[in-house]
């Protein structure tokens, strides 16, 4: 480009048209040139060091990006993942399409060895694939489909199901980072890309077990002790913990601690009680530790719990929140679990009220007298009590006023 005489100082700009973005997204580029050449071909300045355009190139998105459980999603059961989304860019011949995974999230079952299936009803076998678990060899980190874009892949919708070879975690574990899944060309330079956080796919449960809850005194405000008795569904290590969560308007501590104990109350245990949000969490920090190794699976164990108290109001009978009792590692990683659909039994009962014989001021039939009722509750009511007063159909309110 001849751009004739320019004195020191000028500024210019030169604008190139019908230019084309490169079609992946490199992880770095060749930097653009310039350079200022005289009519003899010779260079006269040195050209501009590390020029590169400005914005960045994004990548293409993965449109309508879904990560899906295919059966399980209990802690130590097999499961397999399905992920389907639909790619805005093609992908060029030798490309591949790659996930990665949140960390700890999919757990090497066996020997590992992973089988992905593609298409509408997973059908098809993904030849070559790469796979490559944590330094531990403990959960999967990374998944290539090496083959599948041998030809190139055009624009459209994909459909994988990654099966075998894989596992829940052994425990709950409060986990973070991303399932992201894009494509690539030859030289892995992205060309599409979406990112799920691990929040929005369908977290991890304790493997259900069976349990129950008894109280021994089901009065209103009483104090009271609870025997909570449950078989485990997995096994249950060594040095391992008890979780109760119990939730707050539905029990009350007589004192800042609690006692429990063997449910044959043969030994004394060593728990603690606190806090947590709308529960109060009693963990038991000892279990099959006495030279058993592990609790096996399907083991039936209970536990006594002394130093709690009733709630004041029947309206715990008919709360919503659940109750939950797990079995945990030594870390508090729930292992298996009750928690759904559980609360002490018998249901609550009101205590006696102590009432005074209704009195009237004046005898005579239908004239206006005062109606004089005591009582005297033996249990605490709450600030925003009410109480309901029956009176009789024979006693005419009107036009009487009441007070």
């Known amino acids: 480009m001849n751009v004739g005489n320019c004195a020191s100082g000028t500024t210019f700009s030169v604008k190139i048209t019908s230019a084309k973005n490169p079609s992946v997204a490199a992880v770095t580029y060749n930097p653009f040139l310039i350079k200022f050449i005289s009519p003899s071909s010779n260079q006269i300045f040195k050209e501009p060091a590390n020029l590169n355009a400005l914005p960045d190139l994004e990548v293409g998105a993965l449109n309508n990006h879904v990560v899906t459980f295919q059966n399980t999603q209990y802690t130590l059961s097999t499961t397999e993942y399905l992920i389907s989304f639909e790619t805005t860019s093609a992908v060029p011949s030798g490309g591949k399409v790659v996930f990665t995974f949140p960390d700890k999230r999919i757990w090497k079952s066996g020997t590992g060895t992973i089988v992905v299936t593609t298409g509408a009803t997973y059908s098809t076998t993904v030849a070559t694939t790469t796979i490559t678990w944590d330094t531990s060899n403990t959960y999967l980190t990374k998944l ?84 909570v008795a449950f078989t485990t569904t997995s096994p249950f290590a060594s040095g391992g913990k008890i979780i109760m969560k119990m939730p707050t308007d539905q029990i009350a501590l007589v004192g800042s601690s609690a006692t429990c104990k063997k449910g044959d109350l043969s030994a004394t245990l060593t728990c603690s009680i606190s806090t947590s949000g709308s529960y109060y969490v ?122």
Not at 188 to 206: E, F, H, M, Q, Y
């Open 282 to 403: 009693l963990t038991i920090n000892e279990w099959c530790t006495s030279g058993s190794g592990t609790c096996a699976a399907s083991t039936a164990l209970s536990f006594f719990v002394e130093g709690l108290k009733n709630p004041s109001l029947l309206s715990a009978n008919v709360a919503s929140t659940s109750w939950e009792v797990l079995t945990a590692t030594s870390a508090s990683y729930a292992i298996d679990g009750k928690y759904t659909g559980l609360k002490p039994t018998p249901d609550l009962e009101g205590v006696a009220v102590s009432v005074t014989v209704a009195t009237v001021a004046s005898a005579v039939v239908y004239a206006e007298t005062k109606l004089s009722i005591g009582f005297k509750p033996n249990s605490d009511l709450p600030s925003n009590a009410l109480i309901e007063i029956g009176i009789p159909s024979g006693f005419a309110l009107s036009p009487t006023t009441q007070s």
């Open 144 to 227: 290539s489909l090496d083959s599948l874009c041998t030809s190139g892949c055009a624009i459209g919708s994909y459909q994988f199901k990654i099966a075998s070879g894989i596992k829940n975690p052994d425990y709950v574990e409060t986990l973070s980072g991303n399932f992201v899944s894009y494509t690539t060309d030859s030289s892995g330079a992205i060309v599409n890309r979406d990112i799920k956080a691990n929040s929005n796919v369908s977290p991890i449960l304790p493997t259900p077990m069976t349990a129950t809850i008894t109280r021994n005194v089901a009065t209103l405000s009483a104090a009271t002790n609870l025997t």
